[in-house]
């Protein structure tokens, strides 16, 4: 506990110095017009969001939307450089609702968002200074509820995340760092039961702890982060479709404990750095679950669930790219994905389930041949890792099942000319 603590106040104190050296520097450079912010929340109460949709009879489109935050914050600009610090704390709970009941509907969608805290901040044409320390003690939750009869498209979106921190450049730099801690346990559930759908049915479900997702376009790309999870406390997602009639239908979960992703093109891009390394550190347990039972269907019809104790991911087109990583993951990770049909003359039913402690992936293409790929990753993994799949149909044009447990997973590719 004592080391766990000097490395994250060391973390901290190591990234407001170079926090402040990037400002003194840009500062006596820079020409354009520069933004600043500093933003402190505390959130002390519960919040919560519900929403209820009721088809009569019949809705060309019916569309639920429910959302929860504790804390928001966001710092952004058009153009110039932009500075933005936030200090956010999270001690009540967070609970999304969200229900789309009745008759038919042409097209139905259903949308359920909770966040403990939410942080974003970036620029266009400018520099990016970002910092983002996140605290979330309370529970988080999200729950969709889909009871109808018809619809020709359904979809739904479900997600709760404890800490999220975006930080966004292009045709600039940025700098980013973020410090976030998830106390308490975090629930995603979707729920549907309906007749049929003309075309298409697709159901996500996503529940994390700490979640960084940093963006760059023509755009040079530093990121740091310092993840960790309470032990004790649960991260679960969960998916059950039942149609009695689907065409095309896909239900996928995803559960995780600390996720650090990096999307850049066009300029330098690093997660972490040698002697600053990304540390995750997951002590909850992770479960994934998805169902999805159907009398007939036509076209793949997917139960896909996923559950991994920390991910670090960085991607990187036409320039240098570099993965630093230390991952430790004491928790339990499982999942189980199941599918139970009925009839479908040429149908496919489709079973992934996937289970991983640490996995951390580098992705490099290479389109102009000159471009290095680099980093270190470290992976420590004491939790159990299951993965089940269980697919059972009647008649089928075809069926395919995949169940795959990796304790540590560490990837490096680069491709291109």
Not at 32 to 54: F, H, K, N, P, R
Request: overall charge negative; some cysteine.
């Amino acid at each position: 506990m004592m080391l766990a603590a000097l490395m994250k106040r060391s973390s901290k104190r190591m990234s407001l110095v170079a926090l402040a050296l990037a400002l003194a520097a840009a500062n006596a450079t820079s020409q354009a017009q520069s933004s600043d912010a500093t933003i402190e929340q505390v959130q002390l109460g519960d919040v919560w969001s519900d929403m209820q949709v009721e088809i009569d009879v019949y809705a060309w489109e019916a569309a639920a939307t429910s959302s929860a935050v504790g804390n928001a914050a966001a710092g952004l600009v058009t153009s110039g450089d932009v500075t933005i610090y936030t200090d956010q704390t999270l001690d009540g709970n967070v609970t999304a609702s969200n229900e789309l009941t009745g008759g038919d509907a042409g097209l139905a969608v259903a949308t359920t968002t909770a966040y403990g805290n939410s942080t974003t901040g970036g620029t266009w044409s400018g520099n990016t200074y970002y910092r983002a320390d996140q605290v979330a003690n309370g529970d988080v939750a999200a729950n969709t509820n889909i009871d109808i009869g018809n619809a020709g498209t359904v979809a739904a979106a479900t997600t709760a995340i404890a800490n999220v921190s975006v930080p966004a450049n292009e045709w600039g730099a940025n700098s980013a760092f973020q410090v976030q801690e998830s106390n308490g346990s975090v629930t995603a559930t979707t729920d549907v039961d309906m007749c049929c759908d003309g075309s298409s049915a697709s159901f996500g479900t996503t529940a994390g702890g700490n979640a960084v997702s940093s963006t760059g376009s023509t755009s040079t790309n530093y990121n740091g982060a310092v993840q960790t999870t309470a032990s004790g406390e649960t991260i679960s997602a969960s998916g059950d479709v039942y149609m009695g009639y689907g065409h095309n239908v896909l239900n996928a979960t995803t559960a995780f404990g600390n996720s650090a992703t990096v999307q850049n093109e066009w300029g330098y891009a690093v997660l972490g750095r040698e002697g600053s390394e990304v540390f995750q550190g997951n002590e909850s347990d992770i479960d994934s679950q998805s169902y999805v039972t159907l009398d007939n269907w036509t076209g793949p019809a997917t139960s896909s669930a996923y559950g991994v104790g920390n991910a670090a991911t960085i991607s990187n087109v036409g320039s240098d790219t570099g993965l630093y990583a230390n991952q430790n993951n004491y928790g339990s990770v499982s999942s189980n994905a199941t599918f139970t049909g009925g009839t479908s003359a040429d149908g496919a039913a489709i079973v992934t389930s996937t289970a991983i402690g640490n996995a951390a992936t580098a992705t490099l293409c290479n389109i102009c041949g000159d471009a290095s790929l680099h980093g270190q990753t470290a992976q420590f993994n004491s939790g159990s890792i299951v993965a089940q799949g269980r697919a059972t149909v009647g008649q089928a044009g075809s069926v395919f099942g995949s169940a795959t447990a990796v304790g540590n997973s560490a990837t490096y590719q680069s491709n291109g000319d």
